[in-house]
């Protein structure tokens, strides 16, 4: 359960129905498409399986009173059939890195053989496909006879899971597509339908894990670029899923009864401020999603922690624990991925992700998040072209040509509220009510919801170990 309602599942198709494939297409175009999406089918679905993903990661508490952690590459997860074949496909796709080894000459921006690779994949993808999985799935054909199969819906969502290669980048909205991939393998019924959070579990420890790993040695090898950068006032360069399944892992033990913990840490769990300690990262990495994402940012930055990840080093002096932290972060999500529109518009949708209006939505009110995108040329009447990525939220005095205040590299999420209730660098908003763990249905775009009265202040320039709390710790 969570907050009292009952956990959703992400409802699988009855094969005895039959069903209307559609190869999927781009709907989003401009920033009121945004708006539409977060009332669509589409993203009730990915919602629903993001959360049934993040509960079944939270420790269980076992009838013996014992407690059952997930860490990665723990024996306590067995792998069905589909997740091996699936790990088959990662390994693969790995194999092929040897095919595109990198150019040596002279660049500025990404390395010009990602394109090659990705070439490899795109020219691959049905034979790759159809090795590691059900060749019955693949090919579920549309009862219209239109001639789309399953293969077509999935193919659009694996191929959008690995960068651009025009842009030479990689981002969150890269791995929004490889959840779709996978929720898409579960709405096919690709998955075992068991105890409650087993295949869950597996996906994640298994597959998703495996994902992360994939794409580091791929954005390492080639220099991908961020997509579509915050810069310093986003959370991550290019990832956002293991700080939520991360900080899971680290909550609070809960029966399948029990509603899911707000505040709170599993007893010897590492302090959140432990990401500043690149000894304990170390050690933390090889077990927990979180610390893991946390050691490629080790890997590939120099200097302060505050200094280069501020937004991560503010929500590492959360007192209340990591399930606050894993609170937050699905409601940051949700604000910061799936409500921005330089991340979502090149999302696809067809059968499987439905743009079709989910008959339980709410309008939500537009914010910051939706209207930071290019406005409707149709009243113009002026041609509509696709827009180029836009950088993300900007630190709330960096507006006009003021400077930056001294030291201010630590300042307060952007999306912090004012003392006055409004939203930073944004218009006034009304609080909105916390909706983090309710069943979707849907969640409005907001900025951050969870942002506190008071920003937090900047980083100590003489004590970089010291934590801050983020805007939204209360």
Known sequence: MADGFPLRVLPTLDPSAGHNFITPIKRINESQDVSEFLVSKAYVDIMTFLLQLNRAMFPAKLP???????????????????????????IKLEELLEEAPPDTGPRRFGNISFRRWHELVEARASEL????????????????????????EL?????????????????TGHELSFLAFL???????????????VEERALVLGVIQPYLELVRTIIKRYTLEPAGSHGVWGLDDHSFIPYIFGSAQLA???????????????????????????????????????????GFIYDVKKGPFWEHSPMLYDISGIPAGWAKINKGMIKMYNAEVLSKFPVVQHFPFGS????DRDPNAVPPPMSVHTTSAPRSQRESGAPITEQPPQSGTRAPWASGTRAAPPGGVGTAAPWATRRDGGLSGGPTSSALPDTSRLPPGPMAPTRAPWAGSASAGPAPAGDPSHTTKAPWAK
Do not use: H, M
Request: hydrophobic letters at 35%.
């Open 64 to 90: 013996d009173g014992t407690i059952q952690t997930w860490p990665i590459n723990t024996d306590a997860v067995e792998f069905s059939a589909p997740i091996r074949q699936l790990q088959q496909l990662l």
């Open 129 to 152: 496909l159809e090795e590691c999985l059900s060749s019955k799935l693949l090919q579920t054909k549309s009862v219209d006879s239109n001639g789309v199969t399953a293969e077509e």
């Open 155 to 171: 193919k659009a969502y694996f191929l959008g899971s690995w960068g651009s290669p025009q842009r030479l980048d990689y981002g």
């Open 183 to 197: 929720a898409a393998i579960w709405k096919l019924n690709g998955f075992p339908q068991s105890t409650p959070g």
């Open 252 to 294: 609070p033990a809960v029966s399948e009864s029990d509603l899911t913990p707000e505040e709170g840490s599993l007893p010897d769990a590492p302090a959140p401020n432990s990401v500043t300690k690149a000894n304990i990262v170390e050690r933390e990495r090889r077990s927990n999603l979180y610390f893991s994402a946390i």
């Open 352 to 355: 499987l992700f439905s743009w």
